[in-house]
């Protein structure tokens, strides 16, 4: 068996793509010790599969997964970034120009939420989708945030897309799976088999802050109880990662993405700083 990776969820850069370039921000994330990444939230244009091509050729960069939309929402709302549905060609040429065999689908879209009957159509266009790039080698994988916890006649969003595709993978997240109530290193083994990459970040709640709440008394409180919880750099909260990422590798995880959703004014690059350290201090230098 490969040994797994640790890699960054490159959704956390994109305002230093923005700012200095993706091939510039690859080879930082090279020399923080990082040598796998997941592509999101950042447009696949002609000079950004260039970039990306350059940084495999010039220090290796592994380019281990992309991200795309399934369709649009609507004829008025249409989906940022390149679809299924609209760019399918397109798509797998991005993948195959960087050896990229994963492609993710990010979040569950707005017109597909609110009932069992919209998810198992939902899961039935993915699967749909998921033969298709089969056949071009590259698996389509479905992120799932804490809203696929919700239950239909007791069973979970979630499952019902699991136990109605056969095609279909799942990038779990930890602290998703967390904040659903839900603990990940006994909910993983449920998708063994089915995963090839998950994400991590910690679960912390954050200082009291009352100036960066709206309001005043009642209401106030109200914000800061629901608001206080933060995603965090590994080991910065109150996850039980050892436990998690050895799940995640005996259920089948080839890919460990850093990930954090809202950074509360740090520097990514310090906050990936922090999240490798913990995870060499965990005992997994040699997944980087």
């Not at 800061?224 to 109150?238: C, D, S, V, W, Y």
Request: aromatic letters at 10%; one cysteine or more.
């Amino acid at each position: 068996m490969t040994e797994p990776q640790i890699g960054v969820q490159m959704m956390m850069l994109k305002d230093k793509v923005a700012e200095d370039g993706i091939y510039n921000v690859l080879n930082k994330v090279n020399e923080l010790g990082y040598h796998a990444v997941e592509v999101s939230q950042i447009e696949m244009t002609e000079q950004n599969i260039t970039e990306m091509q350059r940084a495999i050729k010039d220090f290796g960069m592994n380019i281990a997964a992309m991200s795309c939309g399934v369709e649009d929402i609507s004829e008025e709302q249409k989906y940022p970034g390149d679809t299924l549905q609209n760019d399918f060609d397109k798509i797998v040429a991005d993948c195959k120009a960087v050896d990229c065999t994963i492609l993710r689908i990010g979040m569950l879209p707005m017109n597909y939420m609110g009932s069992k009957e919209s998810t198992l159509k939902f899961a039935e266009i993915c699967e749909e989708y998921a033969k298709r790039l089969k056949e071009h080698g590259i698996d389509l994988y479905y992120h799932a945030h804490n809203i696929e916890f919700v239950r239909y006649n007791g069973e979970l969003m979630l499952d019902l897309m699991r136990d109605n595709t056969e095609h279909l993978g799942f990038e779990l997240d930890i602290h998703w799976i967390w904040r659903a109530g839900i603990d990940p290193a006994k909910f993983i083994p449920t998708y063994a088999n089915r995963i090839r990459a998950i994400h991590l970040k910690d679960y912390r709640i954050g200082e009291i802050d009352w100036n960066q709440y709206p309001g005043e008394g009642v209401e106030k409180v109200y914000y800061m109880l629901h608001m206080i919880t933060q995603f965090a750099e590994l080991g910065e909260g109150t996850l039980p990662l050892r436990d998690i990422i050895e799940a995640g590798l005996e259920s089948g995880s080839e890919y460990f993405f850093v990930e954090q959703d809202e950074l509360y004014g740090a520097d990514p690059y310090d906050c990936l700083i922090t999240s490798r350290d913990h995870l060499i201090d965990l005992g997994y230098k040699t997944w980087f």
